[in-house]
C-alpha cells in the first residue's frame, strides 16, 4: 500500500504505538507504511507522555513532598515509553564518545546493544541535571513546563530528518524502515503539535510568572544547531539512536533555561 493511501488516523496510530509501550498493536496494527511517518506525529505522542509525566508531577506533590513526585514523575515517562529515548543517549554517547572521527566506527558502536562507560556516565549525568532543574520550580510551573518542553522539543528534533539522510540502509536499519521527509502539509501539522502546549508557559511569561519564556524558543534551536552539526561532520546523517538522543538534550536545555535565575 502506498503510504499517501493509509489514513491520517492509521499514521497517528502507528506513532503512538512506536513512541509508546501501550499495547494498542493489539486492538489494531496499522499497515507497515505508516511507520515511515510517525516523526510527523512525534509531538503528539508527546502530549500523552508529556501530558502523564506533567500530570505526576502536580497531584503527586499533593501526596508526597515534590522532589518525589519529580522522581515518580520521571519513571511515569520511562515506563511508558520504554526508555526508548534514553536507550538512544546512551548509544549516542558510546558512539560519538568512543568513535572518534570513524563514521564506520560510531555506528557499529551505536547498533552494538551493550552499553559502555560513556552511555553509563551520559545517562546518570541527564537524568542527574533533569531532575536538578525541574526541582527549581514549583510543582504547576513543572507541570506546564514538562507539557510543554515535551512536545516542543520533539518537534524540534524532527527537523533532523529534513536536514540529513539516514545514515544506514533500510536493512542495517534497527526498526527496518527509513522516515520519509516530510511534506509542507505535514511540517505546519507538525508545528502546531509542537507549539499548542507552548502557550500555558507564553501566557505566564507574559504576565511576569516567570522570567525566561522567550529564552525558551531559541536555546533549544541553538542545541539542535549544534548537535546537527555534530552528526553531519562526524556520521554525515542521523539514526533513530540520535533522533531519541536528540530529543533529551534538546528537552534538558529547554528546563534548563527556565531554570536560569
Known amino acids: 500500500m502506498n503510504i499517501d493511501r493509509t489514513k491520517w488516523w492509521q499514521r497517528i496510530y502507528a506513532a503512538l504505538i512506536f513512541f509508546t509501550r501501550l499495547p494498542l498493536w493489539r486492538i489494531y496494527q496499522p499497515p507497515q507504511q505508516c511507520y515511515q511517518t510517525v516523526v510527523e506525529h512525534w509531538p503528539l505522542a508527546g ?12 497531584f ?3 501526596l508526597f513532598p515534590f522532589h518525589i513526585a519529580l522522581i515518580i514523575a520521571i519513571i511515569s ?21 568512543g568513535g572518534g572521527n570513524n563514521r564506520e566506527k560510531i555506528l557499529s558502536i551505536m547498533k552494538d546493544s551493550h ?11 541527564y537524568l542527574a541535571l533533569l531532575y536538578a532543574a525541574l526541582s527549581t520550580l ?7 513546563t514538562i507539557f510543554a518542553g515535551d512536545a516542543y522539543a520533539k518537534m524540534i528534533a524532527a527537523q533532523i530528518i529534513m536536514f540529513l ?13 527509513v522516515y520519509r521527509k516530510m511534506s509542507i502539509k505535514a511540517g505546519i501539522l507538525l508545528f502546531i503539535q509542537g507549539t499548542l502546549p ?18 525558551l524558543i531559541f536555546v533549544p534551536c541553538i542545541v539542535m544547531y549544534f548537535l546537527y552539526y555534530m552528526m553531519l561532520r562526524k556520521i ?26
Open 77 to 97: 515517562r520511562i515506563l511508558l515509553t520504554g526508555a526508548l529515548h534514553e536507550d538512544g543517549l546512551a548509544d549516542f554517547f558510546d558512539g560519538f564518545g
Open 198 to 215: 507552548m502557550l500555558p508557559l507564553v501566557y505566564a511569561g507574559l504576565h511576569g510568572l516567570i522570567l525566561r519564556w522567550d529564552l
Open 60 to 62: 503527586g506533590s499533593m
Open 47 to 58: 502530549w500523552l507522555t508529556g501530558g502523564v509525566m506533567a500530570a505526576t508531577v502536580y
Open 115 to 125: 552499553i559502555g562507560t560513556y552511555g553509563v556516565l551520559g545517562l546518570i549525568l
Open 236 to 261: 554525515k546523517g542521523y539514526t533513530g539512536d540520535c533522533c531519541g538522543a536528540l530529543f533529551l538534550m534538546i528537552e534538558l536545555s529547554f528546563y534548563l533555561t527556565m531554570a536560569i535565575r
Open 138 to 144: 514549583t510543582p504547576l510551573v513543572a507541570a506546564i
Open 165 to 177: 539522510p539516514y545514515a544506514r540502509t533500510e536493512d542495517t536499519s534497527k526498526i527496518r524502515t
